[in-house]
Every structure is written in C-alpha cells, then in structure tokens.
C-alpha cells in the first residue's frame, strides 16, 4: 500500500535518540488511547441507537480507526517504515486470518486494517485497567484455555465474522523460527469459510518477547504484511476425520509460513 506521508527524518545520535523517545510516545499514547476508548468514546457509541451487532461493530470500527491512527503515529514520528501488501482482501465474512507473531504490534496493523473484526486476545488483557474496556465491548475471544473457546471462536466465523489468530499463542523467539499449535487449524476446520495466511517480517527485530521497549534497534525498524493466497479448508476434510484433517493443516500452514518466511 502507499504510505500516507514520508516519516521523520534525522540523523546518527539525534536520529536514535528521537526513535527512542518517539516509541515511549508510542507506548503511552497507546496507554492514553485504551483509556480514551474505555472510559469516553465506546461509552458514547453505545449510547445511540442500535442492537448489540451494531453496537459491537461500532465498538470494533472505533478501536480499528484508533490502531490505524497509532500505526500512522508510529509512521510519521520516524519509529517505524511499513508496507501491507493485499490488505484489501482482508476482512471477508467468515475469513480466518492465521499470521505469525514476531513483534508486539502486529495485531495493531492488522485490526488497524480491517474495519471490523474479531480477534482471539490473551486473558490478560482482559484485567488490563488500559484494554479490558476495549475487548469486552468488541466482544473478542479470550484465549483463557478453557475447552469453550475454540468452539466459541468457531461461532464466531460460522456467523460470519472475520477472526484474526497467532497459531503460535505467543511472539516468537528472535532468529526461531515460527512453531504452530493445533488450536487455530481445529477453529478453522469447525467454522472457516476461508483461510488467509499473512506472513509479517520485522526487521531489525523488535518488541519481542526477550526485549523491553525501550532496548530500540540502531537502525529504523521495517514492518512487513504481505497477504498470501486463501486456502479452501473442505480442501483437507474431504477425506479425513477432524483430527487428522487438523493435524494435515497445521503441518500444511506450519510448512507454508517457513517457506514464505524464509524467502
């Protein structure tokens, strides 16, 4: 996709001090942003007219218009460059979308690009002060390792939502590569019209899991979202009880990220 503006730019110790603050800036207005969400603009939104699916989409486009302007904040302050490669086939009813996890902000880009969708997010950050407002009101699955949620997260597609999951329950480790649980590939034999992998490299790596935000690489970080081809799940249960079929599309996803990952 085109980027809006060209980002800030400067120069040797003034260029990785500016980056540094900048992404402290980012954190807090990310901070900020949750509470504004929470505690003013979905309070606001549920006060007009409408049922619980047009309050739900409204709290979803709100949060996705939010993401969207922190994606462009992180962008022009400098901290980041980024490209998003097919977003627009993202956000069909029903769609699946399976991503690897490397860095803290990849759920940021993607919900930041699909007005509404549902996502499968941790328990934490259901009792987070700064979040927990937003995913209640956007009705997310909560990840809370009970046997309920896949079947929950496969209602979800089934009624037509689009439904973004991390395979990997976590971000992945820097220069591992990535490793899939079984759980996304059951959701999506159960309830997916469609799958859409998107494969999303961050170079030089950062807001891993072993790093803090503030250890900031000495060159400007590049996000990349490139959208691959959709895979038909009938495709793996035609021949095949579910548990087989899932094990066929973990190991067919696990092998296909690997691949485009690696190239």
């Not at 980056?19 to 942003?33: E, H, I, N």
């Not at 009705?139 to 009970?146: A, I, L």
Request: proline share 7%.
């Amino acid at each position: 996709m085109d980027l809006a503006a060209n980002p800030v730019r400067r120069s040797g110790v003034g260029n990785y001090l500016w980056r540094l603050l900048a992404t402290g800036m980012s954190f807090a207005l990310f901070g900020l942003g949750g509470l504004v969400l929470r505690l003013i603009v979905l309070p606001l939104l549920g006060l007009l007219p409408g049922d619980a699916l047009v309050r739900r989409r409204r709290a979803r486009a709100a949060i996705s218009k939010a993401f969207y302007l922190h994606v462009q904040f992180m962008y022009r302050s400098g901290v980041l460059i980024y490209d998003f490669e097919g977003a627009e086939r993202l956000g069909r009813p029903g769609q699946m979308i399976i991503a690897n996890h490397p860095s803290l902000i990849d759920v940021v880009f993607l919900i930041a690009h699909i007005r509404d969708a549902n996502c499968i997010v941790k328990q934490s950050l259901w009792r987070n002060p700064f979040t927990r407002g937003p995913v209640r009101r956007a009705e997310y699955v909560s990840n809370n390792g009970s046997p309920d949620m896949l079947e929950q997260a496969a209602d979800a597609l089934r009624e037509g939502q689009t439904l973004i999951v991390f395979p990997e329950g976590t971000r992945t480790k820097p220069g591992m590569p990535p490793v899939f649980h079984r759980g996304a590939a059951a959701i999506a034999l159960r309830g997916a019209r469609v799958i859409t992998p998107v494969f999303i490299a961050v170079k030089p790596t950062t807001l891993t899991k072993a790093e803090p935000w503030y250890r900031i690489p000495a060159r400007r970080v590049r996000v990349t979202l490139r959208v691959g081809q959709d895979i038909a799940p009938e495709s793996f249960t035609a021949d095949a009880p579910q548990p087989i079929a899932s094990r066929r599309l973990n190991e067919h996803l696990h092998r296909l990220f690997l691949k485009e990952l690696s190239a």
